[in-house]
């Protein structure tokens, strides 16, 4: 408890002198709550403390309606007592949107920086795709990607994002997805999911594909065939209007049909200036199983089955959809389809 001046105790029934401030309070920027002991402090606590819960949800009500309207937020202590002119600014926004349904529409400047970060995003990751061999590592991959990054003055978007490790995700065989990239070298008859994305100028740009490793055997090689198939023909329905749930529909039917079953722990997502935002684009299934690595991150098929992604970052427009991380090279074909 911190010493105030003189002022009257706000427990019910007491009128005593408080000298006394809830230290919470004078965090959260709660003018009074003044006590004259601790005995009635904690005597008033189980309805003090709904003024804390109260404030707090105020707060992030406010902070994630700052970062809709301003594009930003940087002060994570709104109401802190600074005791000088110093400022700390950590880009929060992310975080004090999450949840949130609401859409951001890209202005023309929006969308110019998208077209960019998402052209550097596809280089990276042709770049990547160029290592795929038996015998590499998903480290040495990895660094490539890094200093592909770097040499674009891009930042890779997943290093220490929420103390991920490393500058992408390279899921093997039964990793469903956020494989950390580490030292096991990529064997003959390996499926790689690469997932890259960067950051420049306060946009990220996000994609992955999917590769054979040398020779793979032909379930898997129909397995990969299958999830891009699905991916480009819920993509070829992506226009104003359509529900997102009508894109998952159209995933789970081409999966099924084939034999295979879509994973419904992870979803498609917004993004631009904010890594991960609204909306959240379903694909769903009624046969999935997952589960976690003790690292906190490596999401595998619980029965060891293997499993394939692929993403590309879209711009919706009047009449379609633009495919923004679409490969220059090849018409635009993944990489697999010169491995079959």
């Known amino acids: 408890m911190a010493a105030v001046e003189t002022r009257e105790c706000e427990t019910d029934g007491c009128s005593s002198e ?75 926004s992310e975080q004090s949107l999450k ?49 592909a990054c770097t040499a674009r003055n891009c930042y890779p978007s997943p290093l220490n994002y929420y103390n991920f490790p490393k500058s992408c995700c390279t899921s093997v065989n039964e990793v469903i997805c956020h494989g950390i990239p580490d030292r096991r070298p990529l064997q003959e008859g390996d499926i790689l999911n690469v997932d890259i994305t960067v950051y420049r100028n306060g ?22 065939q299958t999830t891009y198939e699905c991916l480009m023909q819920s993509i070829d329905s992506v226009k104003p209007g359509v529900r997102y749930r009508e894109l998952g529909n159209i995933i789970q039917k081409h999966a099924q049909a084939n034999g295979f079953s879509v994973v419904r722990s992870y979803c498609g997502h917004g993004i631009h200036k904010l890594f991960h935002t609204a909306p959240n684009v379903p694909h769903y299934a009624s046969g999935w199983q997952d589960e976690t690595w003790p690292d906190g991150w490596t999401a595998v098929t619980r029965d060891g089955k293997r499993s394939a992604q692929f993403e590309h970052t879209l711009l919706v427009t009047e009449t379609g959809c633009e495919i923004l991380t679409r490969r220059f090279e090849d018409n635009g074909r993944p990489h697999f389809m010169n491995q079959i």
């Open 18 to 92: 408080a000298k006394l401030q809830c230290p919470t309070c004078i965090k959260l920027g709660i003018q009074g709550s003044y006590f004259c002991s601790q005995e009635c402090f904690k005597g008033s606590w189980a309805t003090h403390k709904l003024l804390h819960k109260k404030a707090k949800e105020d707060k992030n009500r406010d902070e994630a309606k700052n970062c809709v309207e301003n594009d930003t937020n940087t002060d994570p202590w709104p109401g802190y007592r600074y005791t000088g002119k110093l400022r700390p600014h950590y880009p929060l």
């Open 99 to 147: 949840g949130t349904s609401q859409i951001k529409i890209l202005t023309p400047e929006d969308i110019e920086g998208m077209r960019v970060v998402c052209k550097l995003a596809r280089e990276v990751l042709d770049i990547a795709a160029l290592m795929v061999k038996p015998g590499v590592t998903t480290e040495e991959i990895d660094h490539a990607v890094h200093l």
């Open 203 to 224: 946009y990220h740009g996000d994609l992955n594909e999917t590769f054979f490793v040398g020779e793979v055997e032909e379930g898997a090689k129909k397995l990969v």
